[in-house]
């Protein structure tokens, strides 16, 4: 300890320390002169050693070698900014994904406290989910004595004043903003006083967005009557900008849940699972307790609440939770997609690196001279390696600099481009900039380290290492860009074919009959099938438990051939094939009371019975056989190609969940408005969502196109981040013989035949890497395969694509500087040296 | 910290300038270097690349105290004493080094 404070204070007075030591020693060398003796010897030495003594010396050389790096690094300004935006790439993109990761996975949402918050969800032998009737959740709030709050959301649509379509809007517990220490931007927000007494008046809280955009931003709004559901509601308070809520998005339309009665008509607040308000649940964990507890404890109070009303309660109920302060939760289907991101981020940063690896051990090659003197002059290897770390180390910084920033802007522009909320936050915190700097340690290692070894040991032409760096290159960027290339084809695949079904002419209409009871939705869905089939125009009418192309889904995994199949299970009515025109291929549609009976997809038949009539076979363990087949028809999810299907007679009891598809002779759009009023008519206070499957199809597709482009975004910085590499090594490997290319031209050989010979050194390894890179992309895409789905198995086009693209860019990159040395005076490059 | 090749002989530096600070008073390195040799009958020749950097480690060990005064020919020398601590060492030093010579030269007379 006291040894540390006697070297800190020499670090701090150093140079005061040093011109002391000089001056003594000064001092010496004078009087032993005066005596005529002259052996004190080299004082610099002897002060140099005295130093060591102090223990800071390493400091001293350490930023003598950052000044005379930066200095290098001055001179050659194309080098550094190569290496600094490869550098910025490779890190820059890891860092961009990390921070997305960051912002919805691990960093807390802003709100008061959110490690004590947790998110519920039940599940009893029949059951599982995460909504809860509303008389449980209240009877939790006024029980638990392990929670200090339960707060919970319920969603639904409400009209706003005279507009037609719905919006979005969430029934809250009053307790909900002040839980979350949510701030006002105007007026006040919900409060368990004024809002949830007996007979308080009706209030709505507006969301910052929705203040903006739907009312202009008008800062005198508070107090002004809207009506919602057509239903009188006093603006009491908007929220204030950066409110995330508890998930990704905020609430933009919030009304107490206790007056959700009032706004829609059919609601029971003391109605439980059937007919009830379903919301989901947070709770906040009294300190010292553990969530453990806590789950127990309303476990119990579910049973107990069960033995009070065992109708509307599930059997055995068990409660589980899991943190609710978070955007989101990584989930086991979630794995693949995060190890298929991380395996593409960690390709680019290796890609980058080996390329720079290159760069240097070339760069190292040209600074020959340099070196041969400095260990003339005795510099030992350690200390010549050193020297070449720090040039490196130097270069990671800028390029961690570089790297941050461009993370930075990247996470930003996608937040804005893909409309995500405001709240999120792109600046990197503590957490993004510990990962830049882990990846800036291995792009260091990864770079580096093996150069300065050779260039310190006076091996430039170490020729076998060049190759194994030009054919990891070669490799990296082939599997980054075969990938990328299959990844392209199979979306392009699932947008451009047909979906198999019609999309064009239908019309998708919810009722939302959630809560009615299966009789009430019969005779409502039967009034609008009739009411609807004699409008002119509308060709057919059914119904689907699973909308086309919407949000909700069946889906059965499992595996064929090892591959894995979604098999989506969808609940229809025997008029179904006709409205979306899925052709019957065999046997028959399904007809009405029908229970067992299954008609499955052409893939899905061939999948399961090759070469087999599979009518009459038995499915999901002999429940069911199957009376028909019909063509393929990727109804929710356009992009998996993979994907197969299988139909079933929609029986009572799922009645009220069905969406109404309408099919039409003419354009879908211009009968929206009639099949509005007329669903209107049957029941005036229902609010049905309506919209075409066209608009529906337009947004699936975007969002594919959005993922194809950040794939192919990858796939053309490999091939630029190659192409860097190539040009690197060939203008260091014809550096190297310029002269010998100068006598070949002087004694009159072709052109081409020097770059033959200059090039031939490349062939095997750029040869290797590319088989390498096959390979590899082939191994990738089997993992894929049985993770994602969609991609093709073997696609030649994407290799062939891949393999062509790579090899011009890599041929022009080589012949650019190949080019430049033919053109070089033959005289010339013989005087040289 | 690199070793010094004098390393093995810093313990008999350290005992040599604190004698010598003790017997003689208050001195400057070269009249340091000046005595030892002398007194030594030139036997004992101190590295001047040893004796600095010695002298700034037992400063700050507190075992001698160093001032700029001004020399009768009037050239500004750093002149070294020693300190209490100091004395307290070089008897502790003293002691250890006796001990050393003692059983070295049993060793050498009965083996």
Redesign the interface.
């Known amino acids: 300890m006291k040894n540390l404070f006697?070297r800190l204070r020499y670090l701090l007075h150093r140079r005061r320390?040093d011109r002391?030591?000089a001056?003594?020693?000064e001092?010496?060398r004078?009087?032993?002169a005066r005596e005529g003796k002259r052996n004190?010897?080299n004082t610099l030495?002897?002060r140099e050693?005295?130093r060591?003594?102090?223990?800071w010396v390493w400091i001293d050389s350490f930023l003598q070698d950052v000044r005379y790096a930066a200095r290098m690094l001055q001179h050659s300004p194309g080098f550094t900014l190569t290496a600094v935006a490869m550098l910025a790439l490779g890190i820059g993109i890891n860092v961009a994904a990390f921070g997305f990761f960051n912002l919805m996975v691990l960093r807390p949402l802003p709100v008061r406290d959110p490690a004590t918050l947790l998110f519920f969800e039940h599940q009893s032998p029949d059951n599982f989910g995460d909504n809860f009737p509303y008389p449980e959740v209240s009877f939790f709030a006024e029980h638990s004595k392990t929670l200090r709050a339960v707060m919970a959301r319920g969603f639904g649509r409400l009209t706003v004043d005279r507009e037609e379509e719905p919006i979005a809007a969430s029934f809250l517990t009053a307790n909900y903003f002040n839980e979350l220490g949510a701030v006002p931007k105007l007026g006040r927000l919900l409060s368990p006083a004024l809002d949830e007494a007996p007979g308080a008046p009706p209030v709505v809280v507006l969301g910052y967005d929705t203040w903006r955009t739907r009312f202009g931003a008008d800062p005198s709004i508070v107090g002004k009557t809207i009506r919602l559901n057509k239903k009188p509601a006093t603006i009491v308070g908007v929220l204030s900008n950066g409110f995330s809520g508890l998930g990704l998005n905020p609430p933009e339309l919030s009304v107490p849940i206790v007056q959700k009665p009032y706004f829609e008509a059919g609601q029971d607040l003391t109605a439980s699972s059937e007919k009830g308000i379903n919301v989901q649940m947070w709770g906040r964990l009294r300190s010292g307790l553990t969530p453990r507890i806590a789950e127990q404890e309303l476990t119990s109070l579910a049973a107990q609440l069960r033995a009070e009303h065992p109708k509307d309660m599930w059997e055995k109920e068990t409660l589980s939770s899991r943190p609710g302060g978070f955007a989101m939760t990584v989930r086991a289907e979630m794995y693949p997609v995060l190890a298929l991101a991380s395996a593409l981020g960690i390709l680019i940063l290796i890609a980058a690196c080996v390329t720079l690896g290159g760069l240097l051990l070339a760069r190292g090659a040209a600074r020959e001279r340099e070196f041969s003197i400095r260990s003339a002059l005795g510099a030992g290897r350690g200390r010549l390696i050193r020297q070449l770390l720090t040039e490196s180390l130097l270069l990671a910084f800028l390029g961690l600099m570089a790297a941050l920033m461009a993370g930075y802007l990247g996470l930003r522009g996608s937040i804005v481009w893909a409309d995500l909320p405001a709240w999120l936050n792109p600046i990197p915190d503590g957490r993004v900039i510990l990962f830049a700097v882990g990846a800036g340690v291995a792009a260091v290692i990864l770079f580096a380290l093996t150069p300065a070894w050779h260039v310190a040991r006076q091996r430039y032409r170490a020729t076998t290492m060049r190759r194994i760096l030009i054919g990891a290159q070669v490799a990296t960027s082939c599997v980054l860009l075969i990938v990328s290339g299959l990844l392209i084809r199979a979306l392009h695949q699932a947008i451009s074919t047909s979906p198999g079904f019609e999309y064009e002419r239908v019309i998708a209409l919810d009722p939302g009959l959630g809560g009615a009871s299966p009789k009430e939705a019969r005779a409502y869905l039967d009034t609008l099938h009739a009411r609807l089939g004699s409008v002119p125009g509308i060709l057919s009418v059914s119904m689907a438990s699973n909308p086309p192309l919407g949000n909700r889904w069946t889906v059965d995994k499992t595996r064929v051939d090892g591959r894995a199949v979604n098999i989506h299970f969808n609940n229809v009515d025997p008029g179904f094939f006709e409205t979306m025109a899925i052709p019957v291929l065999r046997g028959r549609s399904l007809a009405r009371g029908e229970k067992r009976e299954i008609v499955v997809s052409e893939s899905l038949a061939a999948a399961q019975w090759p070469g087999e009539n599979p009518i009459g076979k038995r499915f999901s363990d002999a429940k069911d056989i199957v009376v028909g087949v019909v063509g393929n028809a990727r109804l929710v999810s356009p992009e998996d190609s993979d994907a197969v299907e299988a139909y079933r007679l929609a029986q009572d009891d799922l009645l009220p969940a069905m969406v109404v598809l309408i099919r039409t002779a003419g354009p879908a759009e211009s009968l929206v408005p009639i099949v509005a009023s007329v669903s209107k008519s049957i029941v005036p206070r229902r609010f049905p969502e309506i919209h075409s499957l066209r608009s529906s199809f337009n947004r699936k597709v975007a969002q594919a196109r959005y993922a194809a482009l950040t794939v192919s975004l990858l796939g053309a910085v490999a091939l630029l981040l190659a192409c860097l590499g190539i040009v690197g090594l060939v203008t260091y490997a014809v550096s190297q013989r310029t002269k010998e290319i100068g006598i070949r031209m002087a004694l009159g050989a072709q052109p081409s035949q020097v770059l033959s010979a200059v090039l031939r050194q490349f062939a095997t390894p750029v040869a290797i890497g590319l088989l390498a890179g096959i390979g590899g992309a082939a191994a990738l895409s089997q993992f894929l395969r049985q993770e994602l789905y969609g991609l093709s198995n073997f696609d030649p086009a994407a290799y062939l694509g891949a393999v062509v693209a790579f090899a011009i860019a890599a041929g022009v990159a080589a012949l650019l500087p190949a080019r430049r040395a033919l053109q070089v005076d033959p005289m010339l490059a013989l005087r040289y040296e | 910290m690199p070793k010094s090749p004098n390393d093995k002989l810093q313990g008999t530096l350290t005992l040599l300038v604190l004698r010598t600070l003790d017997a003689r008073g208050p001195l400057h390195g070269y009249g340091l270097c000046d005595h030892i040799r002398s007194v030594s009958d030139e036997l004992l020749r101190m590295e001047e690349g040893s004796l600095y950097p010695a002298l700034h480690r037992m400063e700050h060990d507190g075992w001698i105290a160093a001032k700029w005064e001004i020399t009768d020919k009037g050239r500004k020398a750093k002149i070294y004493s020693i300190t209490a601590r100091g004395r307290k060492q070089l008897a502790d030093e003293h002691e250890a080094w006796q001990r050393l010579t003692r059983g070295v030269a049993r060793v050498l007379r009965y083996s």
Do not use: C, K, Q, S
């Open positions: 006697r320390f002391e030591l001056d003594d020693m001092f010496h004078e009087m032993a004190f010897g030495r002897l050693e005295a060591d003594e102090w223990g």
